[in-house]
């Protein structure tokens, strides 16, 4: 099969589904109805910039609102398309109800460069996007609540939300209507890296179950295991960062747009991502070995390779000479549906995007209750934890007759703040879903692959939607 007769993003993705349909007692009509986007809108708008009209095009896509709102990020690129946002908005729908967060699937995109333009312009884009969003009753609280993507974060978030309380001044919780926003605007300690810790959460909780590390053919944890990481932007960065921080794991790679960098010893991440900020690329960085094609790295051997960049990075051209153990897709799509067939066939386990790229949305959802319910997490427990734990501390220290020492008395008595609760809770997401696709594979005899396991998982919990409430 060449390259140009792969499927669509989008039809990759349904093409995911019925795999995990085809192990399913579901009639061809719920399967149809599951599958379909429910509304898709474009957007084209003029915004005058330094004198000169430009017109912008922009889409939104739900696929499903069996819950709500529905949920999904927003990117700025040139390449975005139709096609591609459909997909990323039925990949939410999957994506929320492998980890139990109840948010329907939406996404939305705007054909822009970000670079190309100056803060005041992409400010005045962003309001004006987010207007015709809103009138057009794609963005809210209660309905349709965006999130960052690529080319977007935590500032244009806080220029939705403020577009949005302007317009609707009396909604008092506009606040959640994005998320991602930064913490001195409604949003949550935890949430900018809360993608690339999921991955890390993700990985963790995969070698816990030795039977599971042995099928891909390493053994014990993930100390000491080499890993190539396509893209440091935020989820790249941070789940490489935390892997090497954390758990001891080798980062040997890091492939950006203008090339590799190579080191077997193990790169240090945050160095390799300081240099990138004061440069604006990876060459000339020293203590590494350069690699000019950095898609030839992707080839290169290692123990877990985490493509945390863009959809179709490997593709039935290249992943017969994919050389590794374990892929933990870390960004959507970056399996082609023709590429995940080969790397089955030849013994690769796949960690499913589905999965492991869902610390960011369940984060969100940890953001939009706070939000909703308009109280930070942990203040109204954190101090009553404290005293408890000096309870149990002098209690300790009365029964025994020995001083606990100030260290471990200061671990006892600290209550938890809200970034420890954000990420307690993501951890929890992440082991839960884990373990429901690693019992539907034992369960089911037909399930035989995380991503077949994640999608059944995900398509039983939407369907009961749709048959035992009749969400037509």
Request: glycine share 10%; aromatic share 8%; proline share 3%.
């Amino acid at each position: 099969m060449a390259v140009e007769q792969e499927p669509t993003f989008r039809e990759s993705v349904d093409l995911m589904v019925d795999r995990a349909l085809a192990t399913m007692d579901l009639d061809a009509g719920t399967q149809q109805a599951i599958k379909s986007c429910n509304s898709v809108i474009q957007i084209r708008f003029p915004v005058k910039i330094k004198g000169e009209i430009e017109v912008f095009t922009g889409w939104r896509a739900v696929h499903s609102n069996h819950r709500l709102p529905v949920k999904g990020g927003i990117r700025y690129a040139s390449y975005a398309d139709q096609d591609e946002v459909e997909a990323l908005a039925a990949l939410m729908t999957y994506k929320c109800a492998i980890v139990d967060v109840p948010f329907g699937g939406s996404k939305g995109a705007l054909q822009i460069d970000p670079s190309k333009y100056d803060r005041d312009a992409l400010e005045q884009i962003t309001r004006r996007f987010t207007l015709e969003l809103v009138r057009k009753g794609y963005l809210s609280p209660s309905e349709n609540v965006p999130a960052p993507d690529v080319g977007t974060g935590q500032r244009e978030m806080a220029w939705m939300a403020d577009t949005y309380k302007h317009l609707h001044p009396e909604d008092i919780n506009y606040m959640a209507c994005v998320t991602g926003k930064p913490v001195n605007h409604g949003g949550i300690r935890g949430r900018v890296e809360a993608t690339g810790r999921g991955v890390e959460y993700a990985l963790q909780e995969f070698f816990r179950h030795p039977a599971d590390v042995g099928h891909a053919g390493m053994s014990g944890t993930l100390e000491g295991k080499r890993i190539i990481v396509q893209g440091l932007g935020n989820v790249g960065y941070h789940a490489a960062k935390f892997l090497s921080e954390d758990d001891g794991a080798l980062i040997t790679a890091i492939i950006e747009r203008d090339g590799a960098l190579i080191n077997d010893k193990g790169l240090k991440v945050e160095a390799v991502y300081q240099y990138i900020q004061e440069h604006g690329t990876i060459k000339g960085y020293p203590d590494a070995s350069f690699e000019a094609d950095g898609k030839v790295v992707l080839e290169k051997s290692c123990d877990i390779l985490i493509p945390a960049a863009l959809e179709g990075q490997i593709t039935v051209e290249n992943a017969a000479r994919i050389d590794t153990k374990l892929i933990a897709e870390a960004a959507n799509g970056p399996v082609t549906f023709g590429a995940d067939a080969i790397l089955r066939e030849r013994g690769i386990t796949i960690m499913p995007d589905a999965y492991v790229n869902a610390g960011g949305v369940t984060v969100s959802y940890f953001e939009w209750i706070r939000n909703i319910s308009h109280i930070r997490f942990g203040r109204m427990q954190r101090r009553q934890d404290e005293m408890r734990g000096h309870q149990i501390a002098n209690l300790l220290e009365e029964v025994t007759g020995f001083s606990i020492s100030d260290k471990v008395k200061k671990d006892v008595t600290s209550g938890a703040s809200e970034v420890d609760l954000v990420r307690s809770g993501l951890d929890d997401t992440m082991r839960l879903a884990y373990q429901s696709m690693r019992e539907k594979m034992l369960e089911n005899g037909r399930v035989n692959d995380l991503r077949t396991a994640a999608y059944v998982v995900a398509l039983e919990k939407v369907s009961r939607s749709y048959l035992d409430i009749g969400v037509y």
